[in-house]
C-alpha cells in the first residue's frame, strides 16, 4: 500500500490550497484516513481524519478553516484549507491508521 500526497506550495496569509492524498495497492476505497501535519522544531500533530462512514473530525485550530473529503473513485482524500495562516506552515502528511500508512508528506508554506 502506498500514499502519495501532492498540492503544497507557498501560499500568502489569508490564501488557500487543496492537498490530495492518492492511495494504491491492497487498501480499500472506505478506510478511515488522517492528514498530520510537523511545523519546524515540533512534534507531529493530528489535523484531520475521516472515519470509513464519512464522519469528519478536526483539531481544534483549523475547524472552520480545514475541510476533509473524500473521492471514493479514485481512493483520494482531500484537505481543502481555507484563511492559511503563517502558523499552518508545516510538512503534511495523510496516514491510515489502520495499516499504520504514511505518505510522503508535502510542504505547505504560509507567507507574505
Known amino acids: 500500500v502506498q500514499l502519495q500526497a501532492s498540492g503544497g506550495g507557498l501560499v500568502q496569509p489569508g490564501g488557500s490550497l487543496r492537498l490530495s492524498c492518492a492511495a494504491s495497492?491492497?487498501?480499500?476505497?472506505?478506510?478511515?484516513m488522517a492528514w498530520y501535519r510537523q511545523a519546524p522544531g515540533k512534534r507531529r500533530e493530528w489535523v484531520a481524519s475521516?472515519?470509513?462512514?464519512?464522519?469528519?473530525d478536526y483539531e481544534e485550530s483549523v475547524k472552520g478553516r480545514f475541510t476533509i473529503s473524500r473521492e471514493v473513485a479514485k481512493k483520494t482524500i482531500y484537505l481543502r484549507m481555507y484563511n492559511l495562516q503563517p502558523e499552518d506552515t508545516a510538512v503534511y502528511y495523510c496516514?491510515?491508521?489502520?495499516?499504520?500508512?504514511w505518505g510522503q508528506g508535502t510542504q505547505v508554506t504560509v507567507s507574505s
Open positions: 495497492g491492497r487498501i480499500l476505497s472506505m478506510e478511515s
Open positions: 475521516i472515519s470509513a462512514g464519512g464522519t469528519t
Open positions: 496516514s491510515n491508521p489502520r495499516l499504520n500508512v
